[in-house]
């Protein structure tokens, strides 16, 4: 095996990663929604979303048996920061720079390693999206093209930290957040050929709570209503509170006709909520729906002010 050389930039690049303030917090849904992508797009056994620090490779979403600290002499993803390229190894037991890898020869028994550059900012490369399967497989320049898209969403991510793209309220992405994310999965959605929606939720009423319950009854009406939504939706939709009572989630992969489904049982969660809650209030709303499939535009813009134009036309 082949330990992996440093970056020219190793000292930029590491600080970097420590002003990020990732290594070694909590796992967190928004990476770990594009780990079970990555895996169930690939069907391989292991997808993760890694950071190569000074001495060790240390896993931030993780899905499939992988340890989360590995030594950087003997990781693979030491290898892919290397390159912006993608480092693609279809049978590592008779590529010369790991087939000695105990990662190779021992558990997790890695055959096949994919693993594509994440970059912060300022265009180091802090950490890798990476696919691996403990059997040899082919991948191709459209498995390539995939890929890239997902660790674009990841590499999103990243610089929403940096952006403060988070609604500090609710803890959904703010409006910057939603139309980074929203528009990088739309074009993996393009490229794939998968449909998409968007539902725009303006939250009725909370000025009226705000006066007669107070503005303190009214935060709680808000973060009522994103809990909702994050139990309403799926880990791999976008969800953002957008303005002070307008909220709004792109479904990916998801046709018009599946998109009413859901948002008929999400109205059934709400109103059963604030019963079983005994809110003083009803969480109202009205809601605009737009979508795009194979062959209409997948542009972030016209999505959003389509949707929010039938929300408003559907005002009482």
Known sequence: MKKAALPADETLRLQSLENLNILDTSAEERFDRLSRLAKQMFATKVAAISFIDANRQWVKSCIGPLNQEIPRDISFCAHTILSSEPLVVNNASTDPRFCGNPLVTAEPNVQFYAGYPIKHANGTILGTLSIMDDEPR???DYDIACFKDIADLVQSELRAIQLTTQDQLTGLLNAHGFQVLSQNSLNMCERLNAPASLAYFDVRGLKKINRSQ???EGDNALMFFAELLTFGFRDSDVLARLESDKFAVLLTNTPIANTQDILDRFKERVDRYAVEKKLPYTLDYNVGVS????????DFTELLGIARSFATKAKP
Do not use: I, L, S
């Open 138 to 140: 082919g991948f191709d």
């Open 214 to 216: 107070g503005n303190r």
């Open 291 to 298: 979508w795009v499939d194979a062959e209409g535009d997948f």
